[in-house]
């Protein structure tokens, strides 16, 4: 089913094992994990693939898991690795975005802004009042990370009312980071460009960061309430979605 088509690339959500297939093929490369094929959360999803028109070649991927009722929270990915007891309590249907990988081999910030824009689309058209999920930063040394941590930890952190818990055994504060003066522009640099829209849309972090041995990462939770979303950047969302 063709969600949106922008310019040189069009948004489908997968409807064939083909079409999966094409996505797993793209996610296998930034996600090595994948080649044991997919995990069960992947049942539970669905697989939104952008194609380059001309080609047909599967340019970015995402998954997307939508949590209507209060228990659904405790079984999503992101409820592996982080207490969320809290979003129990929100009352709104919630998205869980997971696997969101661009081919590397594209330069192309039209892919990004057409992907939130099919993505607006799905929130629009269903009411969602929050999105989540997990924002990895490559390689498990947190010293790498230090200056994103630290504008994390000093504008970035969840509202306490919303905030994770700590469930994973291998953590670190986003706190400890904070060590001496803060560069915003270097810190930004250093975000993984999925985290960087969320933050742009009003979105916040977990207090801390999961390492994750198994996916080669650190990643921290993110979420974004739609209503805060600032109106020039929401304006923004809805003329690519249109």
Not at 136 to 164: M, Y
Not at 166 to 180: D, E, N, T
Not at 193 to 212: E, F, I, K, N, Q
Not at 235 to 241: D, Y
């Amino acid at each position: 089913m063709v969600l949106l088509s922008k310019g040189r690339y069009r948004v489908i959500e997968a409807e064939t094992a083909d079409q999966i297939a094409h996505a797993m093929a793209l996610r296998l490369r930034i996600f090595p994990v994948d080649a044991a094929g997919p995990d069960p959360y992947d049942q539970q999803c669905r697989h939104i693939l952008i194609e380059d028109i001309a080609t047909g070649e599967v340019v970015c991927t995402y998954r997307l898991r939508t949590v209507h009722t209060a228990g659904e929270v405790d079984d999503t990915y992101s409820a592996r690795y982080y207490g969320l007891g809290a979003l129990r309590r929100f009352n709104a249907p919630m998205v869980e975005l997971g696997r969101f990988c661009i081919d590397p081999d594209r330069c192309d910030g039209d892919i990004l802004r057409v992907a939130w824009g099919a993505l607006t689309r799905i929130v629009d058209r269903d009411g969602v009042g929050m999105l989540f999920g997990c924002a990895s930063f490559q390689g498990t040394d947190a010293a790498q990370h230090a200056d994103a941590f630290a504008l994390l930890h000093a504008r970035h952190e969840a509202p306490v009312r919303w905030r994770p818990r700590v469930k994973a055994p291998r953590i670190f504060q986003l706190a400890s980071a904070l060590r001496g003066p803060l560069d915003p522009r270097r810190a930004m640099a250093a975000m993984p460009p999925l985290l960087r829209t969320y933050l742009t849309m009003g979105g916040w972090v977990s207090d801390h960061a999961v390492v994750d041995e198994e996916m080669g990462t650190m990643h921290v939770f993110t979420g974004v309430e739609i209503r805060a979303i600032p109106p020039a950047r929401q304006r923004l969302l809805r003329a690519v979605a249109v």
